[in-house]
């Protein structure tokens, strides 16, 4: 992958994830969103820790028990492990950094 926007597919029925890096201890994902959303009624609850760095659109991204908070590129967020969360919406072409890793707590 030369550049982080290239060589995206031009159908996506679903959320495109890749791994960038990947090691025992941590991986690095690019997931490309295109109108996306955690189906209804589901929620993400990770046994590890995850910061996620949105890089172009916009995405509504809803920690349980707040409100949806709207992630434009540059904005980013920690989320711990069984921080339950789930997206809520993406703009047409979002494209996100996901570091997903165990804490040494």
Known sequence: MPNIFSEIPEE?????????????????ERIVSRGHATPSGQWYDQDWDEWVL???GS???RIEGGETVVLRP?????LPARQRHRVEWTATET??????YQSED
């Open 74 to 78: 540059g904005d980013h967020v920690h």
């Open 54 to 56: 949105l890089l172009t």
């Open 12 to 28: 996506l029925p679903e959320e495109f994830l890749q791994d960038i890096i990947r090691s025992d201890s941590f991986r690095l």
């Open 95 to 100: 494209v996100w950094l996901a570091l997903h």
């Open 59 to 61: 995405a509504g991204l």
